[in-house]
């Protein structure tokens, strides 16, 4: 069965991958699984047909028969649990693979949205700069843990994982801020990534929705 998922009508990165569905996209590229995508508005998001698959009213959601799915860690679970490819079969290896899902979104992800929360909204603040160093500290002191951790592996658990697709769009949120770059074997880490074919394949789908509504010439 086709699994549906949703995203974005109008991505407000312009198609630079930050949005949630390009999680979901890049599992599905992974194993092989073709997929539709249903574009929706921020109005339609928060109409009842949309919080009906979606109590937040977000992107992205997922339908496969009769199962209605949100929460990218979830579906990306129930995906890597369908398909061989994003778990491994092995009882501890998989358990530290999804620990490292866990990580990435829990442990990770929180400090890199709050720092870009803070600089979407508080930019008027007095206290903006003050702030945002102390922000990007919290980033960096996550950032240093990790790449000690990662040191020069290619993947944080041997095989590529659900946690590494996961790890890789959370560190790319913060593409253009320069502190990626500060850990040279993050960025590089990044980087094996982004060079997946599957990776590729999601981003130029979610891209040619920002790009396929852009007048030509
Ligand atoms: N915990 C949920 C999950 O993992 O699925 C979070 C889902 C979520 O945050 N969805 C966002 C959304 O629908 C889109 S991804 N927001 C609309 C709303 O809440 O009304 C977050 C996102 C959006 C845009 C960018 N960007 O433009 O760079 C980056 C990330």
Do not use: C
């Not at 998001?45 to 929460?71: C, R, S, V």
């Not at 620990?99 to 007095?126: C, H, Q, Y």
């Amino acid at each position: 069965m086709t699994p549906n998922i949703t995203a974005f009508e109008r991505p407000p990165d312009r198609g630079k991958g930050h949005a949630r569905d390009m999680r979901v996209r890049w599992a599905l590229e992974e194993v092989g699984q073709p997929y539709n995508v249903r574009l929706v508005s921020f109005r339609e998001m928060k109409k009842p047909a949309h919080l009906a698959l979606h109590p937040f009213g977000q992107i992205p959601t997922y339908e496969e028969g009769d199962l209605a799915l949100f929460e990218t860690g979830a579906i990306i679970v129930h995906i890597a649990e369908r398909h061989v490819g994003l778990l491994p079969d092995a009882g501890n290896a998989r358990a530290r693979a999804i620990a490292w899902m866990f990580a990435a979104l829990n442990t990770v992800e929180p400090p890199i949205v709050e720092r870009e929360a803070f600089m979407l909204l508080e930019t008027d603040k007095s206290w903006y700069g003050e702030r945002l160093r102390m922000l990007e500290d919290r980033v960096r002191v996550r950032l240093g843990q990790l790449s000690s951790r990662v040191g020069d592996i290619d993947w944080l658990d041997d095989a590529f994982s659900a946690g590494d697709l996961l790890m890789v769009t959370v560190l790319r949120r913060l593409n253009g801020s320069g502190i990626l770059e500060e850990y040279p074997n993050l960025s590089a880490y990044v980087g094996r990534g982004e060079a997946r074919p599957a990776y590729k394949r999601a981003f130029a789908d979610q891209l040619a929705v920002f790009t396929d509504r852009e007048p030509t010439g």
